[in-house]
DNA sequence: ATGAAAGCGCTAACAG
DNA sequence: CTGTTAGCGCTTTCAT
């Protein structure tokens, strides 16, 4: 029972009205009698039909998709941000259109390209680097632009974030405030990831501020619990070992966590370890965790009303720091 | 400096060409000779044109848009699912719309009548219940159906994934083979979930098969971890306490043994347990975790694959159970 | 409250 | 290799 593909123009001679009746009867309701609009609404929901969006958005040349572009999906943090994007846009009838670079810019580029075909009515990107070629193309696009994740450095239009430099810079200066001297950093070195990069700056001026010289700084081949664990053991086998170790995201923190307990150091007692992102399962699973938290859901669900307020017409903030909080679980 | 908008009229007038051509320059390049495709493509970069999806849609009633529709995004399973489909559909030309129906059949519908306004090119939906207007629509939707996740009933069109009840049965009976008489489940209880069900049914079905009468089944009142780690007190409180402890989900169980473990009790010499997911961080977290993994990844890269094959007018499975993999983690 | 005409930007099909 | 014609399905605008 291959489905026949009905028209406006179908519903119309079904019903015995002229196509731009049925139209009305679907957009604005009210501007068609109780009979009529009953009888059409009757039909429509009868054989199924849906008006096409290809039609409709050539006429007003905007669509109502939101594009949004980032790393991957399958990343707690991202997830997040997208969720909250997600609940903030679906009640102003905006659809979700979502690209995945993995953090790489040349994919961002041909995305973003990809992505103008479709006329978005805003789009939303990862972070403030851009290549020059999208940066004209977004500037261009003539809709809300809606950076996220980062603030330290200059927008195209919106910006949504905290600066990862500022937040690790404090995290760092209130631990060695604590006491401690010897620290480590442990992290992945993502090329291109500036945001990584930043955290490990603000760790560094940290580190400077307080007067302290030997920086020990072990990268990881890639983001994964084995790759934690290796520079664990990294860690462990320096012929000085740190009381502290700075991890530039949880996921290293709690990888590290287990290998230092597996090898039978305490955590923190004999070695403390630090995180950043706060995922919810960190507080299950590893209640020593200090840690940076960021509201990721809540700049998902700004950037939806930045955007929404924008259609409108209406204003919105340029720029936006969720701010951070550090999260002690030192003591447990 | 406004963006004008250029169409594929404008830039054949600029380059000297008919619209046809420029059309030709763009999307089948060979059929046009060197010179006028160079001048065209050149004319295009620099003014950033990009054809209007619409348009190209409305010509050929068929999008390049694939269509998802999970219950969230920020969960690791569905999430890493949406990643495999992403890395197995982007390199056909195909961009992803991404809708999220929080696991209630009304949204879920709704979802599904928005989403064939687009015509989409396949649509991907998550389980196997459907309300009955959001089935036939899918019938007429002419386009390939996938649902994911589960394969206990009657697929639209394609389904992919394993069946919880027979993975949990398993689970379950291996378990009390190694000699566990005494066990709860524990679980929260998603209305409309039926996978949530059948993993519980399967573990009622081998515990009657061993002769057990008695079960202790303690449902909590949401997915986190806080709302597991009361469940994880409701059992320690239980006149006798049980030696195993199924869960229906690793967030669940990671949580749940960190509860026990904070009341002293050894995980899993005096009490064990076993989830179900295989998150990537249970194995980091929670060396002492027996559970189910299945190929989620792998469910999203075979479900793009079908569509794939189903868009070249090729044949594809209807049904690919992705199996499953009992993980044992009991002894660290 | 309803209808008719025009056209959005592009490509399929056919010429040349 | 390039151009012409027609029309995809809908909404905007202007009648009635």
């Given at each position: 029972m291959a489905h026949e593909k009905y028209t406006i123009v179908d519903i119309a001679r079904i019903t015995g009205v002229s196509p731009m009746t049925?139209?009305?009867?679907?957009?604005?309701?009210?501007?068609?009698?109780?009979?009529?609009?009953?009888?059409?609404?009757?039909?429509?929901?009868?054989?199924?039909?849906?008006?096409?969006?290809?039609?409709r958005m050539l006429v007003?040349?905007?669509?109502?998709?939101?594009?949004?572009?980032?790393?991957?999906?399958n990343n707690p943090a991202n997830a997040d941000v997208f969720q909250g994007l997600s609940d903030g846009l679906e009640e102003h009838g905006l659809s979700l259109l979502l690209g995945m670079d993995k953090a790489q810019?040349?994919?961002?580029?041909?995305?973003?390209?990809d992505v103008l075909g479709w006329r978005p009515a805003a789009i939303v990107l990862t972070g403030l680097d851009h290549s020059e070629t999208a940066r004209m193309a977004l500037r261009n696009a003539n809709c809300p632009i809606v950076e996220l994740a980062d603030i330290d450095g200059e927008a195209i239009d919106i910006s949504i974030g905290l600066s990862h430099r500022t937040a690790s810079h404090a995290l760092t200066r209130e631990l060695l405030d604590k006491g401690y001297r010897k620290t480590a950093y442990l992290y992945f070195d993502a090329p291109q990831n500036r945001r990584i990069t930043e955290r490990l700056g603000g760790y560094r001026d940290a580190l400077k501020e307080a007067g302290i010289k030997r920086e020990t700084i072990i990268s990881v081949s890639d983001l994964s619990v084995s790759a934690a664990r290796a520079g664990a053991r990294q860690i462990m086998a320096l012929k000085s070992r740190p009381r502290l170790v700075f991890c530039s995201n949880d996921l290293l923190a709690i990888s590290a966590s287990q290998e230092f307990k597996r090898a039978g150091l305490r955590v923190p007692e004999d070695i403390?370890?630090?995180?950043?992102?706060?995922?919810?399962?960190?507080?299950?699973?590893h209640p020593a965790?200090?840690?940076v938290?960021?509201?990721?859901?809540?700049?998902?669900?700004?950037?939806?009303?930045?955007?929404?307020?924008r259609l409108d017409g209406r204003r919105a903030r340029r720029r936006i720091d969720m701010g951070y909080e550090i999260v002690w679980r030192e003591s447990t």
């Open positions: 049925v139209s009305r009867a679907i957009n604005r309701p009210e501007l068609v009698s109780d009979k009529t609009r009953d009888e059409i609404l009757r039909v429509v929901r009868q054989k199924g039909f849906v008006l096409n969006n290809a039609a007003s040349d905007r669509s109502r998709v939101v594009a949004v572009i980032i790393p991957r999906i810019p040349d994919i961002e580029e041909k995305l973003i390209m403390a370890v630090a995180g950043f992102e706060d995922i919810e399962l960190a507080s299950a699973v965790l200090t840690t938290r960021t509201n990721l859901y809540g700049s998902g669900m700004f950037a939806a009303d930045a955007i929404v307020k």
